[in-house]
Nanobody, 130 residues
Framework: QVQLVESGGGSVQAGGSLKLSCAAS????????MGWFRQAGGKEREGVAS???????TYADPVKGRFTISQDNAKNILYLEMNTLKPEDTAMYYC????????????????????????WGQGTLVTVSS
């Protein structure tokens, strides 16, 4: 199985930037997509961004134009560059692996990230102050 370890979270002021990293190890042969989801206190999981096997990316509307997902295949690292951060971005951010075909497109749906995720890391906390 694939193991995922997130890092890069922290506390920033509104308008600032952070770059999250996710180190993947283990068996990744059956992974159809990789993505990031977040969960704020008292709220359900929210799919943020995903990247498929072909490199195609999908973003949730609240982060479009501000966040960028990318991967370093040689190092097996997934990234999430977050710019122009807003207080509403405050949440625990998790890296996840998807094993279902077309999961890249489904990752930003509420149903998928709240019911069908199979593997994710321990999370890294992002706090944005106003």
């Amino acid at each position: 199985q694939v193991q995922l370890v997130e890092s890069g979270g922290g506390s920033v002021q509104a308008g600032g930037s952070l770059k999250l990293s996710c180190a993947a190890s283990g068996y990744t042969y059956n992974t159809y997509c990789m993505g990031w989801f977040r969960q704020a206190g008292g709220k359900e999981r929210e799919g943020v961004a995903s990247i498929g096997r072909d490199g195609s990316t999908t973003y949730a509307d609240p982060v479009k134009g501000r966040f960028t997902i990318s991967q370093d295949n040689a190092k097996n690292i997934l990234y999430l560059e977050m710019n122009t951060l807003k207080p509403e971005d405050t949440a625990m951010y998790y890296c996840a692996a998807g094993f279902q075909p077309k999961c890249a497109a489904r990752f930003t749906s509420s149903d998928y990230v709240n019911r069908y995720l199979e593997r994710w890391g321990q999370g890294t906390l992002v706090t944005v102050s106003s």
